[in-house]
């Protein structure tokens, strides 16, 4: 018996886009039909005429209830997901996966708990974790790896920088390659993958060291201490390293052609390797930190050129990139914008309700992204690859029946009352052709029409198993 159907919408499958009926029953997705063929009997039925029904998001990549330590001084926290995943219901978003950091001292079980107890009653949508390895680790953390593989959390995050200049009251998140490539070893063994953000450390301090003596302090400089060549050689030098170990690689926040075209060069070699990239780095580029609210599209790396926004948009809508993410780090205005230099312009982003209505409008719309692609960078790819598919990212029978409606007449320009959290959005005054109307979560009517409907008590963990042929080739 079937609760509920969505009648006639344009549909997004694996097999195709066409005009469907989705048939769904308590939480899953029941049947997959022809258009207006599925008998609806007592089901609630919502007409989806003209309309698309594509897999609700998957969000890679957000730091919630994360210390902010752009200002060391006075350390401060992003909003938790109490806040911030009000927004991502609304924009269409079903599932985010945070991160919990292990650092010297610490055990990946003790991090993991923390976090899902956190999280649990506190989220609209669903929810899990990478295990970010941070710091000089104590080796037999890394003998904790298997358990947390077997445990559903198999995707291990690291810096190949410590981002920031050293500060006494900063913790530093970069990991060596000693411990990279052991992690890589350990997780290749058990059937998990590798999250990287790839930057030279030495480039990098190297660049902050100059830029101070030469009193180029100001934060529109960020794009010219976290460099084009300091991606490329991160990148070059974690793909070496994971081909001997037999690691499959995700690079979060690709922002530089040179990344891009890294990750292809091992992809045509059939390496497992797969590149994210953030809405704001496809839209922006470095001459907007110039702007008063320039730094509201900053997160670390750095924007970076034209050139390079062509080649993430091509990475996107043809081949190369996966996964289209946020870097969800929020906070109010003020927060955003009180650094003002290389060293304390505060990163991250407040995008992730923007991210589905974005990828539409600046992909399908403009790009020629097709439908299929849109659903593949936005859900299905990152299901795939942190092992969260097929129950999540995919408009199939037996999956979760997690849906975004979107509307394609949609035209407007985005103000303030389109958003959920905080007091702002980098997206304000942005123009968009297409925008989520329609939010289920498990079979429920989380969000329509920007008006929230769930509830805290929505979200639930999600454990996770990667398919091997993610780990063994590029499969997507
Ligand atoms: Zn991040």
């Not at 609210?293 to 080649?311: I, V």
């Not at 959290?421 to 297409?434: A, I, K, L, N």
Request: proline fraction near 5%.
């Amino acid at each position: 018996m079937l609760d509920l159907v969505i009648r006639g919408g344009q549909v997004i499958t694996p097999e195709g886009v066409g005009v469907r009926d989705v048939g769904i029953e308590g939480e899953r997705i029941a049947a997959v039909a022809l258009g207006g063929t599925l008998p609806t009997g007592s089901a609630r039925v919502i007409d989806a005429a003209g309309v698309i029904v594509a897999p609700g998001g998957v969000e890679p990549h957000a730091h919630l209830a994360h210390a902010i330590m752009s200002h060391p001084d006075e350390p401060a926290a992003t909003l938790g997901p109490e806040e911030d995943t009000k927004g991502m219901a609304c924009g269409g978003t079903t599932t985010h996966v945070d991160f919990a950091y292990v650092r010297p001292g610490g055990s990946i079980q003790d991090v993991v708990e923390q976090r899902a107890a956190r999280w649990k009653g506190n989220s609209y949508i669903d929810y899990t974790f990478h295990i970010t390895l941070a710091g000089a680790l104590e080796l037999k953390v890394f003998e904790q790896i298997p358990e947390a593989i077997q445990g559903g959390f198999p995707s291990f995050k690291v810096f190949t920088t410590n981002v920031l200049p050293p500060h006494p009251k900063r913790a530093g998140n970069r990991i060596d390659f000693g411990r990279i490539h052991l992690a890589m070893e350990k997780v290749a063994a058990r059937g998990g993958i590798m999250v990287v953000h790839g930057e030279d450390e030495d480039l990098v301090q190297f660049n902050y060291e100059r830029f101070r003596e030469e009193g180029r302090m100001g934060g529109e400089n960020l794009h010219l201490v976290h460099t084009k060549l300091s991606e490329l050689l991160a990148f070059r030098r974690t793909i070496a390293l994971a081909r001997a170990a037999g690691a499959a690689v995700y690079f979060v926040h690709t922002s530089a052609r040179e990344g891009v075209e890294s990750i292809r060069e091992a992809r045509a070699l059939g390496l497992p390797v797969y590149g994210e990239t953030l809405h704001q780095y496809a839209c922006f580029n470095a001459e907007y930190y110039k702007t008063p609210r320039g730094f509201c599209s900053h997160t670390y790396p750095s924007l970076k050129f034209p050139e390079d926004q062509a080649a993430l948009w091509d990475g996107l809508v043809k081949d190369g990139l996966s996964t289209l993410a946020t870097d969800e780090y929020p906070t109010n205005l003020a927060l955003k914008l009180k650094g003002k230099t290389i060293e304390d312009v505060t990163g991250g982003n407040l995008g992730a309700e923007a991210r589905m209505g974005i990828a539409f409008t600046e992909g399908v719309g403009k790009r020629g992204m097709s439908l299929q692609r849109f659903a593949d960078v936005t859900a299905t790819n990152a299901a795939r690859i942190m092992g969260l598919y097929p129950q999540k990212g995919v408009i199939a029978v037996g999956s979760d029946a997690d849906l975004v409606l979107i509307d394609p007449t949609i035209r407007k320009t985005l103000t303030r009352d389109d958003f959920h959290v905080s007091d702002y959005s980098p997206w304000e005054g942005w123009q968009v052709s297409g925008w989520p109307v329609m939010t289920l979560l498990r079979g429920k009517v989380i969000a329509e029409r920007g008006k929230l409907l769930g509830s805290t008590a929505d979200g639930r963990l999600v454990s996770r198993r990667i398919d091997p042929a993610v780990l063994h080739r590029p499969a997507c």
